[in-house]
């Protein structure tokens, strides 16, 4: 199989300011790829330049709230008007809230989606005309909530689901093309997601994250997906935990929710536990 070179390719990273995002952002460039790393934290864009090693000729730092679809189409412009080629887009940005759905506000769910599923959307339509130009890529990052069940994330996963819909639809239109749709379904990783989450207000969640199996870093989940792009997969469970959770949720649903409460329900007060 031939194996995707990303060197002198334009990759556009989204929610690239820190953890999975950043840690994109420097495998790709370690690959001689130039980065156009988008994000809404203007702060935290600030660090990349030195954090990657890399001038103007092959970093752009747009901020940009990918929940709005002409904020997205004006980074594609910029970064066409830049670098004149748009080969990768990995759609990374993502919120979480941790409630059960009786303690949620509609519109804490609405926000998650707007940001996980539609920031998704915009910017892969913006990006879309100029991937297929160039035969590039596209990735999506998901989760094992895109999937499979997660106790007290239902906006959280119903985001992930409709990515697999969304993209994998996708990737039946494009292939043909030679563009590549590649999903990626993580379970824990040691980002800055957990403490980013909100209750069901769209307050700062206040409990801690419980996770199930290790968490693995952003680093060595960044390489695996530079690796499962390069090769052109169209799913990448990067983790055992992942890798547990489809086969066990395909095989015996009943089994893995009940797992699935046990471990992570007692995150909720008052959740009636199955003995």
Not at 5 to 17: N, P, Q, T, Y
Not at 258 to 263: A, L, N, V
Request: proline share 4%; glycine share 10%; charged share 20%.
């Amino acid at each position: 199989m031939t194996q995707r070179d990303f060197h002198a390719k334009v990759v556009l990273i989204s929610g690239a300011a820190g953890g999975l995002g950043a840690a994109l952002c420097r495998r790709f460039a370690a690959a001689g790829a130039s980065i156009i790393a988008v994000d809404r934290d203007a702060a935290g864009l600030q660090h990349l330049p030195q954090m990657l090693a890399l001038d103007s000729a092959r970093l752009l730092t747009l901020t940009t709230d990918v929940s709005d679809g002409s904020a997205c189409r004006e980074a594609v412009s910029a970064t066409l008007a830049r670098f004149g080629r748009l080969d990768g887009l990995v759609n990374n940005a993502g919120i979480s809230h941790r409630s059960l759905l009786r303690d949620t506000d509609p519109e804490t769910i609405r926000r998650v989606m707007a940001v996980n599923f539609f920031g998704a959307l915009n910017l892969t339509h913006a990006a879309l005309p100029s991937v297929l130009a160039s035969r590039g890529a596209i990735v999506a990052i998901s989760s094992v909530a895109g999937f499979a069940p997660l106790i007290g994330r239902t906006g959280y996963a119903a985001s992930k689901h409709a990515l697999h819909g969304f993209f994998d639809s996708l990737r039946s239109e494009v292939e043909g093309q030679g563009v590549d749709v590649t999903l990626v379904c993580p379970s824990f990783i040691s980002t800055g997601i957990a403490a980013a989450a909100t209750d069901g207000s769209g307050a700062p969640a206040r409990t801690p994250r419980l996770v199930t199996g290790d968490e693995s870093s952003a680093a060595e989940v960044a390489a695996r997906i530079f690796d499962a792009v390069a090769a052109g997969r169209p799913l990448l469970l990067p983790d055992a935990t992942s890798r547990k959770a489809w086969w066990l949720s395909r095989l015996a649903p009943g089994l893995y929710a009940k797992i699935m409460k046990r471990r992570l329900g007692a995150e909720f007060a008052g959740l009636q536990q199955t003995p």
